[in-house]
């Protein structure tokens, strides 16, 4: 099912409250504790309804691939309004098997509250894209223009790659600069330096 803004923030509030309560080793059972697990079931409803599926991913070999994981959690992440720190606790949320064994090895020792998507984006490449594959998609992203695509499929195309080279986009400068040589021609000479953030 879809959810609104108001109904995805109630949601999130409520996993958090979840969390804080389960951290705070009280072990005691309050009705604001069973609304904060009511809200939990309801996030994991809300992205796994029929127009925001978030796919399992398990690390072998079988769909999804790595990099159609990420995609498929982004397309989800453009529909509802999740800060960085949520967009990787809800993906991470999704992983099973060998993915969940390698998270939960990494993971500690880190500061789950901060640890934003794009940060946990990198160490999931680096671990589960081939090197080959890694490698093929920085210089797609490389030789990237805009062609025929509209702006907009360029911009996704731009983020979506961009993370396959980050020697290219490691400041906003350099990002702006790539981003507007790849534009069409007669838009590159126009267009109000590049400054969105990568999703």
Not at 96 to 114: C, P, R, V
Not at 134 to 161: A, C, H, P, W
Request: with cysteine; proline share 3%.
């Amino acid at each position: 099912m879809a959810i609104g803004v108001v109904e995805e923030q109630e949601v999130m509030a409520g996993m958090y409250n979840l969390r804080n309560a389960e951290n705070s080793g009280t072990g005691e059972e309050t009705t604001a504790n069973a609304a904060a697990a009511t809200a939990a079931t309801a996030a994991t409803a809300a992205i796994t309804g029929p127009t925001n599926t978030m796919q399992k991913f398990s690390g072998d070999r079988g769909p999804p691939t790595a990099d159609t994981w990420v995609q498929k959690c982004e397309m989800v992440f453009g529909r509802m309004q999740f800060t960085k720190v949520q967009k990787q606790e809800l993906a991470t949320h999704q992983l099973e098997s060998a993915a969940l064994f390698w998270w939960n090895s990494w993971k500690e020792g880190l500061d789950l509250m901060t640890l934003a998507w794009l940060n946990f984006k990198t160490r999931f490449d680096r671990k589960f894209v081939l090197a080959t594959i890694r490698s093929q998609l920085s210089d797609e992203f490389l030789k990237l223009t805009q062609e025929g695509r509209t702006v907009i499929e360029y911009v996704t195309k731009f983020n979506e790659l961009s993370r396959f080279a980050p020697y290219l986009v490691d400041t906003q400068e350099k990002k702006n600069e790539k981003f507007i040589k790849g534009l069409n021609h007669y838009l590159s000479k126009s267009l109000i330096p590049f400054d969105a953030e990568p999703l």
